[in-house]
Each structure stands twice: as structure tokens, then as C-alpha cells.
């Protein structure tokens, strides 16, 4: 199929401001018929064509929103682009994140303990010779004693519960646990996307429908199986239709189905027409696979790394240099130390054992935060993409004499903060696709009535009922490469 005669088609397109027909097409380039109808659905994937159907049940196409290009031209170029370098640059800055992320969350915090270990001994053995300098490192020393005990407190009950457990047969079988750097990583950045491989997903989900249902789907399945509005449903199933070779007819009544004839086309046909539409919900993201103990000792690591560098900007921007000779205390002592190695000891340990923690440990809050409130929204939204499908198969399967409050959803995926609100958008999107009569009953209650949706779905199995199955049949073999 050559690009000149795609070009031609839409050319002809431009030409007809109010739509035309394949066979108008074909009048217009002299190509043949079957070739227009070949090029015809993938210039209304490509230029957002829009579908209307005549008395005659011909199928009208037009592009009132222009011949602006989706995939091609300079602004799509740009779009890609600049998508695959975002998403390129946010990959490769999130795994170099991550690595300093773990270095500096657990290098830290042995570092700040081993300072507050050696200053300890080191006042010990200041004091044990020199007992004038008792009174004024006190406060460092008991400091550095606290955090010395912390330590043995931890390290002994750990090991007396788990004494204790397998002495008296508790211990449980656990399973394998991650490894320290994936569980930092789930912590501060979640674990992926549940839903990654969605579209993948949801394309087998259709295809193996239109499988068991001769091939055919009508928009409202289509609606319900991905959770589209109307609109993004129309501009969807051109693509679907264009990428498996499917094409839009008429019933006799002037229904739009969508027709999957190739895709029928297999040497497995034992599957069984399953009653009523698959519904496939998304699964909102978790905030951390990790136990809740686990990140609460993530944060009581980064807590202890955020009071080690206050405690060294502080003690910089308050005492700054210090006389070697009436150095104590934990700060004295690591002045004293960095002074040997460095002309400049206030600088580093402002920059290295102040700045650099304090700010890691904000961000190692921060970011988790942020993305709590990011996911909640993103979950929120999954929940009404889900409740939409929930909602539209329940006004497939019961078009009339409709409540609202029969749209209330026994799944949690599926249940969104605002229901109210979800229920009124839903009938209001379903609306746009056919408008429902509402009446009020004996309690005051609204009730839909989506007539021409039940005549569609009428239409539709009607439509279904008339297909042979054998059409699609691969028959006997009547060539065999090995004879």
C-alpha cells in the first residue's frame, strides 16, 4: 500500500469539508474501492475523525477538528522527543539518586555513631587524666553515653526476644526477606508501577471478547473494557481498529459496530462466549511493600542523621574555632581531629558533617511525602477510572428504569472518595453518547431511561446472530510443507 495513495486519500478528505464516504473517495482519487476502505480508518486514527451514519446506513467520515496530525509534523516530533528525554533523564537521575540516597542514608548514620562511640572513649580517657575538663564536657559525654546505651539496649533486647522465641518454639517462618537497598529504595520511592504492562493487558482483554463474540463490539463495550469517555473511546477504537485491522459498519438500523474479521482467523476456536463484558480494574499503588516497622527504623536512622548534622551546624555557626588546648565534647574533639588533616576545619565540618545531612534527611522526608500525596491523587483518579467501568456496564446491562444509587460499587478499586459526585459524572458521560429520559418516582427519586442504548444493544446481538461462525473457519489443510 503505497504512501502516495494515503496521501491522496486524505487530500480528497480535505477537499470535503462535510465528510464524505469510501466510495465518494474512491470517485475523488480513482483508487479502488477496496483500498480506500483499507487507508480510510487509519486517516481517522491519525487526524481524529469523527463517524456518522446515514439513513442509508452508509458510513459517513469527517475531521472537524482539522488535519492536524497526532504522529507526525514538527509539534508530535516534539512531543516524543521531549517525552523519551524526560523520561530518559528522570530513569537515569533515579537510579543515581538512588544509590546516593542508600550510601549516604546508612554512611551517615555509621559515621555519626562511630564520632559518638569515639568521642565517648576519647572523654573517658581525657577525663581519667585531666579532671578540670570534667565540668565542661559532661553534657557531650552524657550525650555520647545515651546514644552508647541506646545502642546496647537495642542490640540486648534484640537478642534476648530472639532467644527467648526459640526457646519456646515462636519463631515463625518468614519469607525471604528484600534486600537492604531495595527496601531504602521502596521506602523513599515506591515500588513501580502495578500497572505497567496495563495496555498489554487490556488489548488481550478485547481481543479475546471480540474472540468469543464473533468479532464485533459495539462502542459501549468498548467504553466499558478501557474505562473511556465517549469521546477518547471514539479516538481509541479508530486506533484499535487500524492496528487490527478492523473496520466500522452499519447495522441495518443504523448501529456503528466495529468489525474484527482477521482476528477470528485462528486455529484455536474452542473458546466458549462468556456472559456478560469482562471488567478489568486497575490496582491503585502501594505506598511501600516494606513492613511498617521496617520504615520506622529507616526514619529513626535518618532522625538520628538529621540530629548529628543540626548538632554540628549548630555548634559551627555558634562556636565556629576553637582553642585546641580547651577543646571537649564531641564537636571539640572532631575539630580537633579534622584540624590535623585540614587548614580549615570549620568549613568541612559545616559543609560535610552540617549542611550535607541536614539537607539529605529533609529530602529523604520530603520526598517520601510528596509522593504519598501524588499517589493518593493517582490512586483517586485509577479508583474513577474504575468506578466509570463499573458505572457504564451497569447502564449496559440495565438501560432503563435506571437509579443512581444502583451505581455504587461493591469493589474497593473501584470505589472513589466523592461517590456522589463519580455517580452524577457517569450518567452525565453516558449522556453524551445517548441523552436519557429522567422521570422521578413515587419516593422523589430520579430515574434514567437510556431507550436508544437498549435499542442498540439490541441491534448489536441481532447484528451478532446473523454472522456464520464458519465464515471464519480455517478449513481442511490443502498444503503441507512436509507433504
Known amino acids: 500500500m503505497s504512501k502516495s495513495a494515503y496521501t491522496m486519500v486524505v487530500g480528497a478528505f480535505k477537499t470535503r469539508k462535510k465528510g464524505a464516504t469510501p466510495a465518494d473517495i474512491a470517485a475523488s482519487t480513482g483508487l479502488p474501492l477496496n483500498t480506500v476502505k483499507e487507508l480510510v480508518p487509519k486517516a ?36 516524543k522527543f521531549l517525552s523519551r528525554f524526560i523520561q530518559g533523564s528522570i530513569t537515569a537521575g533515579t537510579l543515581l539518586f538512588k544509590i546516593w540516597i542508600m550510601v549516604m542514608l546508612l554512611g551517615y548514620f555509621v559515621l555519626f555513631i562511630a564520632i559518638a562511640l569515639g568521642s565517648l572513649f576519647l572523654s573517658m580517657a581525657a577525663n581519667s587524666s585531666n579532671n578540670r575538663s570534667r565540668r565542661g564536657s559532661a553534657g557531650n559525654m552524657y550525650l555520647s553515653m545515651g546514644i552508647f546505651n541506646m545502642i546496647i539496649r537495642l542490640w540486648f533486647y534484640s537478642e534476648l526476644t530472639k ?25 523513599v520511592f515506591g515500588d513501580g508501577d502495578p500497572n505497567a504492562k496495563w495496555k498489554d493487558l487490556e488489548k488481550k482483554t ?27 473511546a471514539e479516538v481509541e477504537i ?5 492496528e487490527f485491522n478492523g473496520s466500522p459498519e452499519a447495522t441495518e438500523d443504523g448501529t456503528v459496530v466495529y468489525r474484527f474479521d482477521e482476528l477470528l482467523l485462528r486455529s484455536d476456536t474452542k ?23 521496617m520504615n520506622f527504623w529507616f526514619s529513626v536512622i535518618n532522625a538520628v542523621n538529621l540530629f548529628f548534622g543540626s548538632y554540628f551546624l549548630y555548634n559551627a555557626a555558634t562556636i565556629g574555632n576553637i582553642n585546641m588546648e580547651a577543646a571537649h565534647g564531641i564537636y571539640s574533639i572532631i575539630f580537633v581531629f579534622v584540624s590535623l588533616i585540614s ?24 520526598i517520601p511525602s510528596l509522593r504519598r ?6 490512586n483517586e483518579k485509577i479508583k474513577l477510572e474504575n468506578f466509570r467501568k463499573f458505572s457504564f456496564s451497569k447502564i449496559w446491562n440495565k438501560p432503563i428504569a435506571l437509579k443512581k444509587l444502583e451505581l455504587k460499587p461493591v469493589y474497593q478499586e473501584a470505589s472513589p472518595v466523592n461517590l456522589d459526585k463519580a455517580q452524577d459524572m457517569v450518567i452525565k458521560e453516558m449522556g453524551a453518547y445517548v441523552i436519557p429520559e429522567v422521570a422521578l418516582d413515587d419516593a422523589k427519586i430520579e430515574v434514567y431511561d437510556f431507550a436508544e442504548l437498549k435499542r442498540e444493544k439490541e441491534a448489536l446481538e441481532k ?7 464458519d465464515a471464519s473457519s480455517l478449513g481442511n489443510t490443502v498444503f503441507d510443507t512436509e507433504g
Not at 491519525?46 to 504522529?71: D, K, W
Not at 471480540?210 to 477518547?232: A, N, R, Y
Not at 447484528?463 to 461462525?469: G, K
Open 206 to 232: 478485547i481481543i479475546s471478547f471480540l474472540q468469543e463474540h464473533k468479532g464485533v463490539i459495539s462502542l459501549p463495550e468498548f467504553m466499558i473494557m478501557t474505562g473511556l469517555k465517549p469521546d477518547e
Open 163 to 187: 532467644s527467648f522465641n526459640q526457646s519456646y518454639g515462636y519463631v515463625k517462618q518468614k519469607k525471604p526477606s528484600k534486600p537492604l537497598h531495595r527496601a531504602i529504595f521502596s521506602f
Open 271 to 293: 473458546k466458549e462466549k462468556k456472559a456478560g463484558l469482562p471488567l478489568l480494574f486497575k490496582r491503585p499503588a502501594a505506598f511501600s511493600s516494606n513492613p511498617e516497622k
Open 373 to 378: 500525596l501524588f499517589l493518593n491523587k493517582k
Open 44 to 79: 481517522a486514527d491519525e487526524y481524529s475523525g469523527r463517524l456518522e451514519v446515514t439513513e442509508s446506513g452508509e458510513i459517513l467520515y469527517s475531521f472537524p477538528r482539522g488535519f492536524n496530525s497526532r504522529y507526525r509534523g514538527f509539534i508530535p516530533f516534539c512531543k
Open 463 to 469: 447484528y451478532r446472530t446473523l454472522i456464520n461462525p
Open 343 to 366: 587548614n580549615n576545619p570549620l568549613a568541612i565540618i559545616t559543609a560535610i558533617l552540617g549542611i550535607v545531612p541536614v539537607i539529605f534527611s529533609i529530602l529523604f522526608w520530603l
Open 238 to 242: 479508530s486506533s484499535f481498529c487500524v
